[in-house]
């Protein structure tokens, strides 16, 4: 069963069955997390692979933090399977943690949030009031867009057989102190009652503030903005790193001044934003803003910044290498780091995809190496570098991720090995004195 009026204190004695549908970098540790505050758990995926390594206990996501703490298969509260119905049935309030990825012009692609309700509202036992909510980040209005035509074309009736909300996931990969049990929540649905319900729930999952917001639009609307929010914060210091090394000031020097101000916010200019987030969320803003016929001009312009930050770069890097003398045609590049985020394990939106096919495009070789990833994880066309340290014969070394493994490589060895030991810093995080002191010639973004 679903909702019941002493639902609230179901929620704080543990007392509910939660299903958790998609078992990715977000639905799995919300499954764990679940789990440990006492609850039972059905986690789904349509991934036979992801099923098998949870039953396992073995962690199919690239975040680290998911290392070790899969709950055993015969724990008692835990069942993992693929068939949602199989779920559904046992459960009284479903997450739907399922990828909300942009399309190639740059869409929303709703199709998984889609399939996962349908799927759901199918399997329910009529009358159960099952509440099904969605954690997956969308805009404003695609929860009831998309799932309310699927509840009626089955001829569920919301408030008896089913009810539905949204809770954005603001969960940040590779950093353990903002995972699913440390982030505050923010719950929207139209019944405050089933508000009130979620948040007792969500509370016993997080130890930060769960507050009930109102409408789902008004939660939809609070992740979406969230993301665009540090979309054209980071847009601006990359802007400003186009400009002042043209005026011959490195902008790193006056983004450290400014920050002396008491509400300046510091970002740090680089190759470019990646990840299933924050290069994303806007184009659904984006969406929005032009269904109802409003400019968005801002969060577009900020997106264009970022998006062509990659080729800024490889412009850059071509007249670095044609001051160097470097034939054309003759030159290799080594990127070293490949995922979008430090410490992460996920080549999603990375920048060095348009980076290095920009490189490319221009007849430069691109070998690149990125311990936190799988040689599959990298284009055909790009030659993995496993062993750092037999690394030999390139003409520039370009740090795109600043994995500490990146960082604490044998910068003095590799410059040796190097055809010209030439470096370019793209997440200014290097110490350069030092490494010009060891003989590289140094550059970085947004330094003239
Ligand atoms: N980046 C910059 N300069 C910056 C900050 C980030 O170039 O000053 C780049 C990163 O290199 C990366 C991209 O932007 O390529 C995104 O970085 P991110 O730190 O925003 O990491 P994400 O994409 O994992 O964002 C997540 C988001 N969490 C959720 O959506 C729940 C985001 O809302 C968080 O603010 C962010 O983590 C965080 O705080 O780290």
């Known amino acids: 069963m679903g909702w019941t009026p002493d639902f609230e204190q179901r929620a704080k004695n543990g007392d509910l069955t939660v299903g958790i549908i998609g078992l990715g970098y977000v639905g799995l540790p919300t499954a764990i997390g679940f789990h440990d505050a006492g609850f039972n758990v059905w986690g789904v995926d349509i991934s036979e692979r992801t099923v098998n390594m949870v039953k396992r206990g073995e962690n199919p996501t690239g975040d680290p933090d998911v290392n070790d703490i899969i709950p055993s298969p015969d724990a008692v509260r835990w069942h993992i399977t693929t068939s949602t119905a199989q779920a559904v049935s046992h459960c009284d309030v479903i997450l739907v943690t399922v990828p909300t990825p942009v399309t190639e012009d740059l869409k929303p692609d709703l199709t998984y949030v889609k399939t996962a309700g349908r799927t759901i509202f199918e399997s329910l036992e009529r009358g159960s009031r099952t509440i099904v909510v969605l954690e997956s980040t969308v805009y404003p209005g695609v929860t009831a867009q998309t799932w309310l035509p699927e509840v009626e074309e089955l001829g569920l009736e919301m408030g008896v057989d089913v009810e539905i909300a949204y809770c954005p996931e603001r969960f940040n990969p590779g950093d353990p102190a903002h995972g699913v049990r440390q982030v505050a929540r923010v719950v929207g649905c139209s019944n405050s009652d089933i508000g009130a319900g979620l ?23 609070a992740k979406v903005i969230e993301n665009v929010q540090r979309d054209i914060n980071i847009a601006l210091v990359n802007e400003l790193a186009r400009i002042f090394p043209e005026l011959d000031v490195d902008v790193e020097d006056v983004l450290s001044a400014a920050a002396t101000k008491w509400n300046f916010h510091r970002y740090t200019p680089g190759v470019g934003v990646g990840g299933h987030c924050i290069p994303v969320d806007p184009y659904y803003m984006m969406q929005r803003a032009a269904d109802v016929g409003v400019p968005a001009e801002l969060i577009t312009a900020a997106r264009a910044v970022n998006r062509t930050m990659p080729l800024h770069v490889a412009g850059v890097l071509n007249d670095i290498l044609y001051e160097a003398g470097v034939p054309s045609g003759e030159a290799k590049i080594l990127l070293l780091g490949w995922s979008y985020k430090a410490e992460v394990g996920d080549p999603r939106e990375t920048p060095a995809e348009p980076l290095a096919s920009a490189l490319q495009s221009k ?9 936190h990833l799988r040689p599959e994880d990298f284009p055909a066309e790009i030659e993995v570098v ?18 500490q493994a990146c960082l604490e490589i044998d910068w003095s060895g590799l410059a040796k090995r190097m055809n010209n030991p030439i470096l370019y810093d793209g997440r200014r995080v290097l110490d350069l004195t030092k490494l010009e002191n060891e003989g590289w010639q140094i550059h970085a973004v947004g330094r003239p």
Do not use: C, M, Q, W
Request: charge should be negative; hydrophobic fraction near 45%; proline fraction near 2%.
């Open 386 to 403: 496993e062993d750092i340290d037999s690394a030999e014969g390139y003409d520039l070394v370009v740090l795109v991720t600043a994995h």
């Open 363 to 371: 007849n430069i070789a691109i070998s690149a190496f990125d311990p």
């Open 199 to 221: 948040v007792a729930l969500y509370s016993r999952l997080t130890t930060e503030d769960v507050r009930y917001v109102g409408k789902l639009e008004v939660a939809e609307a």
